[in-house]
């Protein structure tokens, strides 16, 4: 099976950036989708950007639209940041069918996760 790891994360002032970075290991998938997501205390997990390994199909959560975005491969710049983005953030990833070419931001498609990042804003 496949195992991330993430790096990145911190603390922030308002409007300041950040960068996660996520690294797989272990079992390479022909076609997978990869996420991110996040979850604040009280507040469900959510999906926040997903982009399918062959590289098409990049997916934005409407609240993240404009200011986050995928850089250097699966790694995620997050832009402007306001105090709503605070909470921990993890990547994810599950083996696509080929016929998938938008990968979806639903938590419980993803199989695999990392551990989490702390975002603090």
């Known amino acids: 099976h496949v195992q991330l790891v993430e790096s990145g994360g911190g603390s922030v002032q308002v409007g300041g950036s950040l960068s996660l970075s996520c690294v797989a290991s272990?079992?390479?998938?022909?076609?997978?989708?990869m996420g991110w997501f996040r979850q604040a205390p009280g507040k469900k997990r959510e999906g926040v950007a997903a982009?399918?390994?062959r590289g098409g199909g990049k997916v934005y959560a409407d609240s993240v639209k404009g200011r986050f975005t995928f850089s250097q491969g699966y790694n995620l710049q997050m832009n402007g940041l306001n105090p709503d983005d605070a909470a921990t953030y993890y990547c994810?990833?599950?083996?696509?069918?080929?016929?998938?070419?938008?990968?979806?931001?639903?938590?419980?498609?993803?199989?695999?996760w990392g551990q989490g990042n702390q975002v603090t804003v």
């Open positions: 272990g079992e390479e998938y022909a076609n997978w989708c």
């Open positions: 982009v399918h390994t």
């Open positions: 994810a990833a599950f083996s696509a069918p080929l016929s998938v070419t938008r990968c979806p931001l639903t938590p419980g498609d993803y199989v695999a």
